[in-house]
């Protein structure tokens, strides 16, 4: 396939794959308990080649790659670009002397880059906010009833975000927003089951959020000269707290098998009562040291005052505040080779460590993990495959909680092209 056509096909795929997300996101073989509070498991929809300098994005600029965690970044884009990444991830739970394996694999951002003239950049892009999944039984004895008696909750669901970014720059100076739609829907159920007794009803209380809401994200970057070879770049990103509506359908349903059928009734519903969820305020530094475009060394700080979370006027098991710290680099061995292949793959590597937004019995959910990464060229055009893995931990069983041991592997893919360029002729 030319690569006129493959762009052709990338092109479709934007469109169509707003469906593979909310598909993705259900998954029945993942099962992650932690999603049962907050919004759930936030997913950042940072680019590949941060993710293998261990989420190192407040900083981090590329004329052929789209950063959408600091929109600042749009200013430097020197090519139109197609983005995709598709992120899978394996994860054993432990608890309790126990272990569960379970895993997912779903899309991890779309965007298409433009530069305008040679000071401006905008960029269209969809990428998951959070996801929620998870399934938890536990059998119980109730007084005065006979049979097995049940308890499972389980959960499924997300968050998406549309958006829509612009970025200039002045000197050494770039300044850039995000602007979109934020959305989703989240089932919460919890069943009690009863078997052994016909007569005995079972029982299931059920809640659907549908969210929706327009949601911002800003940043800036300014980039210095220290000599010939050396540059040094600051990035900031800065985000307030922000409020999304919700609309809430409440069921309670009481049911029992006979004769395999299933009878059913509903017995309370609350149909569309209307409310709101508020997403806290978030903030990001991060410095980069750039060496003459072979290798770039930095770090990040980022908080989120969790504190200011409602959904429904309630707090949920949150922390008062999140935080992660990262720190990585990127090698390139000559970006202008020619003839050697393999000296213009560009190699990475990060670590990351953070205190979770989730807080439970009194006790922080802390995670950590390493992160390695590779850019490889197609054949000498500006076009790439990135991968980056992680390695982790995330969680104690102190507490009687969860630990989580999680491998990540995510694949992005980048096309550049120019667009709005006069043809020159003799």
Known sequence: MSLKYAKRFFCCLLFLSPGYTVVAQNSNKENIPYTRFGIGDLQTGTNVLTRGMGYQTAAFVSPVAVNTENPASYASLRFTTYEIGLSGSSRTLRSGGEEYATGTASLAYLNIGIPVGKHAGINLGLKPQSRVYYRIEQDSVIPNLDGTNTYIYSGDGGLNYAFIGAAGTYGGFSIGVNFGYMFGTTRYSGVLQQTGDDEILSSEFSRYDKTGGLYWSSGALYTAPLSEKLKLRIGATFTLNQQLNIWRDDYQINFRTLGGVIDRDTSYNNINSKGTVVLPASYGFGMQFLGNEIWSA??????????????????????????????????????????????????????????????????????????????????????????????????????NLIRENFYRLTLGVSLNDRWFIKRKYD
């Not at 990585?328 to 590597?349: A, D, E, H, M, W």
Request: charged share 20%; no cysteine; aromatic share 16%.
């Open 298 to 399: 930095g770090a990040d700080f980022s908080l989120t005052q969790w504190s200011q979370y409602r959904s429904f006027n309630l707090t949920d098991s949150v922390n008062d505040r999140s935080m992660r710290i990262s720190i990585g680099g990127s090698y390139t061995p000559n970006p202008t080779s020619l003839r050697q292949y393999f000296q213009r793959v560009t190699y990475r590597i990060g670590f990351y460590y953070g205190t979770d937004y989730i807080r439970l019995r009194q006790t922080d959910i802390n995670y950590y993990a390493a992160t390695v990464g590779v850019s490889l060229p197609f054949r000498r055009t500006t076009d790439r495959i990135h991968t980056a893995f992680e390695i982790g931990q995330r969680g104690t069983e102190a507490n």
